[in-house]
Each structure stands twice: as C-alpha cells, then as structure tokens.
C-alpha cells in the first residue's frame, strides 16, 4: 500500500512540476518546445431524472514537459522505493 501511494504521489508531482515547466518555458525560444500539447475532449452531456441532473464529460490534455516528467518518476520510484523502506 505504501509502494502505490509513493508511485501515485511522483505521478501527481511530475503532472504538476510538468505544468509549471510548460508554462515557464513558453515564453523561450529555446525551451518552447517543452510546452506543446495535445488533448482531447467529450463535451458534457446532461441527463435528466427528474429528481436530480447528472452531468458527464472529460477535458484531457498533456505537454511533452509532464510526459517527460512522468517518465522521470517512473524510473525514480524503484530508487525512492529503496529508500524509503
């Protein structure tokens, strides 16, 4: 169980860093490409039961700096799983 929330807890860490990455270096010639992203969406849709409205629908999107970044903990959880026990 430790294992898993310490693999969860890099993964969330890199997608945040990988935010906060892509948003300093969009500005820079050099670095710019670090911020491209790709996504994809589903529109919401509502559905009405009378009682209550649910509404479903998705937003995803990703930049090369929170792929990387990913990849990076991925290959760091092995290492910090020694560490830490």
Avoid at 21 to 45: H, M, N, V
Wanted: with cysteine; proline share 2%.
């Amino acid at each position: 169980m430790k294992n898993t929330i310490l693999l969860i807890g890099l993964i969330i860490a890199a997608v945040v860093l990988g935010a906060l990455l892509a948003t300093i270096t969009s500005g820079s010639d050099t670095f710019q490409w670090l911020s491209y992203s790709k996504g994809f969406s589903i529109s919401p849709t509502t559905i009405n039961l009378v009682v209550c409205k649910l509404t479903f629908g998705i937003d995803f999107s990703m930049n090369i700096a929170q792929v990387l970044l990913i990849v990076a903990s991925i290959f760091a959880y092995p290492k910090m799983k020694k560490l830490i026990g």
